[in-house]
């Protein structure tokens, strides 16, 4: 059954984005502005012995240079998310040591961005360095310890059911082997950049890309020592994040800290180069898993050890096992996680964080698994489809997974699969096919919408909640239309701005299951307000009366449903590939993703996200990689251009469906969400389609040329 409500909104704010009014952070115009240039450090661990700044404060328009002998006071924040978050624990320029290549160690303001740039580069600076640990192989591992504090302990890395050594010796058929992926970087269109504005000594407004106002205010508010309500955080627009842009990061904390000193507007953008080091990126990984299973398919045991690597200055673990005790059905399982620290900015959230690279192992497993005992592939899925999560013991609700693979398998064309390795051909290539499954977790989180009728017949729509390009304004405008019965296009919605009711956060693909419940819930009281059922006969009611505006606010929130059910969505790739054996030329030829992620609130931009993960995926699966320089621990790939990503010609027609149904049990919308899904399950079904058309099992990330000659 296709669910899709509607065939599918224009974005609200696709004009203003592609005609360039759209005001991203940096673009915002505060006058009085100056400029803020970081230094950074060119040695990846050590210390400084000297800094001299006299030949940058020689140049008549800088302003002042701050470094760790200066550095602007900033109080330690308490660095959970219950209160404060940030993504590095240690302040910036809080002491002389270096902990990673690119660390910020200084700042240098001046009255442009050119002035203040040429003088960066005058600071001198001299270390004892230290050799830094770059490679995950020299590494050492060991348990993961709590992430984000005591408070939120990290719990679903590790987790052990059943006696997985008897499981695995009773075993007819089992498969170990290690999977790796390369460090990534989320390389957003829009750098990390600030604009810091104190109006007074205690009222800071803050532009920047924030995938969660709420909690920045909370946390700048705490790093200054003030009411909240005090600072505001401005968030219209993200370009893109994909977990980058939700807590402050080094550079926006300093920046706010100098501009408070200066008593100056501030503004601080990051070079992509800066961007490698301070704004995140995902782990390295290692993966070992193995499986064990009856002749039949039946899997009685999994074993899966996960390691990744974190930064000396704050704790992220990769959580790869997470995802293992949701997906298939096995009595017998062992779940590690382990972690390593290396000198290297702070990893963080990107897209699918954990989700993602687990399922690259696990669906590469189950892909060898299946050939080991001749089982097709998405037989083997079915017949291990498990109703409860085995680690929370809830089940499911509206879970279709098995919808998907049937659909997806349809669809594709999948039963017409030479079951040979290397006997599909075409014009001297090999071609190769190739599935794997899908899965994230629905989150929803708390938030308030205020709605306004307003006499000339438009309707105000209030919340901050962010779209980071993800569709919301236009699910938020079109719940609205449907509610109200207007056309979308008498709606507005102002949204990502601290002043507005708190909307909640924009990740873990939440923003849609958090805030159209609250919409929902808004417009109907506003009409309940009105005393009627039709916006149509309130504007009637305001244009006799001569008032201005009915108005109702309304707040939506998680109930115990999560104590009953695991909310999850799913889905299912199926790919094929062409190969040019002669020059190792790997082409993605066709691409079909079935997906379940409760209702489609925009059928557009809900295909345009999976789409977005598809193409996010085939990335990693074939091109990025963020390498460090062994001796140096400098990231030899620093921009948009060392940084291999898809274009447009290395992208297929991708194919999305949507099945299932809404899932009422999780919210009275059935929404679940659709952001991050997409991505997971990529790489695993294009390195199991390079197996079909050649026979080799290619187990690290990225498969570039040299792995296919
Ligand atoms: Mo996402 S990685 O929760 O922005």
Redesign the pocket.
């Given at each position: 059954m296709n669910q899709v409500t509607g065939t599918g909104m224009n974005r609200k704010d696709g004009r203003a984005k592609v005609t360039g009014t759209a005001t991203y952070g940096a673009e915002h115009q505060i006058s009085g502005l100056v400029h803020g240039y970081l230094v950074t450090a060119n040695i990846a661990h050590g210390q400084i012995t000297h800094i001299d700044t006299q030949a940058a404060l020689a140049i008549p328009e800088v302003i002042a240079v701050f470094t760790h002998k200066n550095a602007p006071t900033i109080s330690k924040p308490t660095n959970n998310f219950m209160t404060s978050k940030i993504y590095e624990a240690r302040l910036p320029l809080s002491d002389d040591q270096i902990h990673y290549a690119g660390q910020i160690i200084g700042l240098v303001v001046a009255d442009t961005f050119e002035q203040a740039r040429h003088a960066a580069h005058l600071v001198k600076v001299e270390y004892t360095p230290q050799k830094p640990i770059v490679e995950a192989a020299k590494a050492t591992y060991k348990e993961a310890p709590p992430m984000f504090g005591e408070a939120m302990k990290f719990e679903k890395g590790n987790f052990a059911s059943g006696d997985l050594a008897s499981a695995m010796e009773s075993a007819a058929a089992t498969i170990t082997a290690t999977y790796t992926t390369a460090p990534e970087l989320h390389a957003p269109m829009e750098p990390h950049a600030i604009i810091a504005h104190w109006q007074a000594s205690d009222s800071l407004t803050v532009y920047e890309p924030s995938?969660w106002v709420v909690g920045s205010q909370r946390t700048y508010a705490e790093l200054f020592g003030l009411p909240i309500e005090q600072v505001r955080i401005v968030t219209p627009f993200i370009g893109g994040?994909?977990?980058?842009?939700?807590f402050p990061w080094s550079h926006g904390i300093l920046c706010a800290a100098v501009a408070r000193e200066l008593q100056r507007p501030l503004k601080v953008v990051l070079s992509r180069r800066q961007m490698t080091a301070n704004a995140g990126h995902r782990s390295e990984t290692e993966q070992t898993i193995s499986l064990g299973a009856n002749t039949d398919g039946s899997l009685i045991g999994i074993d899966h050890l996960a390691k990744s690597s974190t930064s000396p200055v704050d704790v992220f673990t990769e959580p790869c096992t997470g995802i293992t005790p949701a997906m298939y059905a096995a009595s017998n399982l062992r779940l590690q996680q382990e972690l390593a620290v290396m000198n290297v900015g702070v990893p963080t959230?990107?897209?699918?964080?954990g989700e993602n690279p687990g399922l690259w192992a696990l669906e590469s497993a189950m892909d060898e698994l299946a050939w080991k005992l001749d089982i097709d592939p998405v037989e083997l899925r079915l017949k291990n489809e498990t109703t409860e999560h085995q680690r929370r013991n809830l089940p499911f609700s509206a879970k279709h997974f098995g919808e998907c693979l049937r659909v997806g398998a349809e669809q594709f064309g999948w039963q017409d699969r030479p079951k040979q390795v290397g006997s599909l051909t075409r014009e001297g290539k090999l071609i190769g096919w190739g599935m794997a499954a899908s899965t994230f977790p629905a989150l929803r989180g708390m938030a308030s919408v205020t709605v306004r009728l307003l006499a000339e017949e438009t309707v105000e729509i209030l919340t901050s909640g962010n779209d980071?390009g993800t569709g919301s304004y236009t699910i938020v405008a079109g719940t609205a239309a449907q509610v109200l019965g207007l056309p979308v296009e008498q709606i507005q919605v102002k949204m990502g701005d601290s002043l507005l009711p708190n909307g909640g956060m924009?990740?873990?693909?939440q923003m849609t299951a958090t805030l159209v419940p609250a919409v929902m819930a808004a417009c109907q009281k506003v009409l309940k307000t009105a005393n009627t059922t039709t916006a149509q006969s309130a504007f009637a009611v305001l244009q006799q009366s001569g008032e201005k505006a009915f108005e109702a606010t309304a707040s939506s929130a998680p109930g115990d449903e999560g104590n009953k059910w695991a909310f999850q969505s799913w889905g299912a790739h199926f790919c094929e590939v062409s190969i040019d054996e002669e020059i190792a030329r790997l082409r993605v030829t066709r691409w079909v993703s079935v997906m379940n992620i409760g209702r489609v609130m925009n059928a557009k931009t809900a295909a345009s996200q999976v789409r977005g993960g598809v193409i996010m995926g085939i990335g990693q699966a074939l091109m990025e990689e963020c390498s460090f320089d062994p001796n140096l621990g400098y990231p030899v790939v620093y921009d948009l251009a060392t940084y291999h990503f898809p274009s447009h010609a290395d992208i297929p027609r991708i194919q999305v469906t949507f099945v299932g149904e809404p899932d009422y049990n999780f919210n009275q919308a059935g929404v679940r969400g659709v952001?991050?899904i997409g991505i997971t399950g990529v790489s695993a079904a294009i390195a199991n389609a390079i197996y079909h058309a050649t026979g080799k099992r290619i187990r690290n990330l990225p498969i570039t040329p040299d792995k296919l000659l």
């Open positions: 995938q994040g994909f977990g980058s842009k939700a959230f990107m897209r699918a964080p980071m924009a990740g873990g693909s952001g991050e």
